[in-house]
């Protein structure tokens, strides 16, 4: 792995006949992180989270290593434009109220037998249904399973509010509904433990905090692991030949690759590594996805200001949600200005070094979303670059 200042030097070559703002995936980075995340699986299939992606392109090229197999949508739109460019096994993360998507889905052979569908409420398939405008294809759907840990009886809740169904009773009852519907046939079962696989339990300077969520992640996996197995097994009383029991993320691959129940797991932000995947002991990362920003003015001293910038992630609001400069080291923004939307100073002794129109490369603080700002990603080898391939926002798709 070459240093932080030879990485510098080396996207700076690459790039040097391109303008700024731009963004780059380091291929040799990226393919390091696919390798690690099937190692980490453990044998079992990595399906790719496309919203940490968002580039066909990439997500071809990973899928066609070993280990790999499936895609993790994020919008039917989505899911039904993945399917028609030719990939074949496409799951909806989510529930849709995509009636003209649905509609579509349930008219086309090749669309239904390539894309499943989220559910965990009877409301989501009576709007599928009526939906159908006389389409009548079956729709496979995945049932989701509330990974959240309770504790004191329920009053303090540590996880994401997704699907209401947590015990087994609950998921057994809603196939067997989905069952005796014409039309529907359940396939898989989804279980993504976020406050596991999406929070980083290392974080720098904060060593009782970090304690605290090792303790409250080894919890949660535990909990889990129970329930869910009860899960499967009451779901697979009703449904034989599911498919595929999806959990996990780029997180706690490990962890949950090592569970019987779970047949496949669920990852993409660790092939970018964006700096939230920073604060992990399970596993570390190279850096795969940045972006760069010319510098424009040099306002004083130990002071540069670059364009652009102000590209927050999702998620609560917070000074991790911002990107983070990344090289050269040492730089950081003004607090009294933060991210800019059209321009940014940054602070340090770094800055006295740079001139008009060189580049500050910054990390986003989340994966996909960076493919939101910018319309190609240029693929580096080595110092060159050897293509530029569009993300989802240059080929006109913007589905949230």
Known sequence: MNSPAADRARYDRATAHLDAPLAIVDLEAFDANADDLVRRAGGKPVRVASKSVRCRALLERVLARPGFAG??????????????????????????????????????????????????????????????????????????????????????????????????????ALARAVAARPGFRVVGLMAYEGHVAGVGDALAGRPLRSRAIRLMQGAARRELAARRAAVVAAVRDVVPDLEFVNGGGTGSVQQTAAEDAVTEIAAGSGLYVPRLFDNYTSFRGRPAALFAQPVVRRPGVGV??????????????????????????????????????????????????????????????????????????HLVEGDRVTAGVPTYRGEGRTFL
């Open 71 to 172: 895609i993790m949508s994020y919008t039917l739109a989505e899911s039904l434009w993945l399917a028609r460019s030719g990939f074949e096994d496409v799951l909806l993360a989510y529930p849709s109220a995509d009636r003209a998507g649905f509609r579509e889905l349930a008219h086309d052979a090749k669309l239904a037998a390539a894309v499943t569908v989220m559910v965990d409420d009877p409301a989501q398939w009576e709007l599928i249904d009526a939906a159908r405008d006389g389409g009548t294809e079956e729709i496979r759907v995945c049932l989701e399973l509330d990974t959240a840990l309770h504790l004191l009886g329920g009053r303090v809740r540590v996880g994401a509010r997704r699907s209401p169904l947590r015990e087994p009773a609950q998921l057994a």
């Open 304 to 377: 540069v200001t670059v364009l652009g910038g102000g590209y927050p992630a999702s998620g609560a609001a917070g000074p991790d949600r911002l990107p983070v400069p990344y090289l050269p080291k040492g730089l950081r923004y003004d607090p009294q200005e933060g991210a800019g939307e059209v321009q940014t100073p940054l602070l340090g002794s770094p800055a006295d070094d740079l001139l008009i129109g060189d580049r500050v490369w910054f990390r986003h603080a989340k994966a996909g979303e960076l493919c939101e700002r910018f319309d190609t990603l």
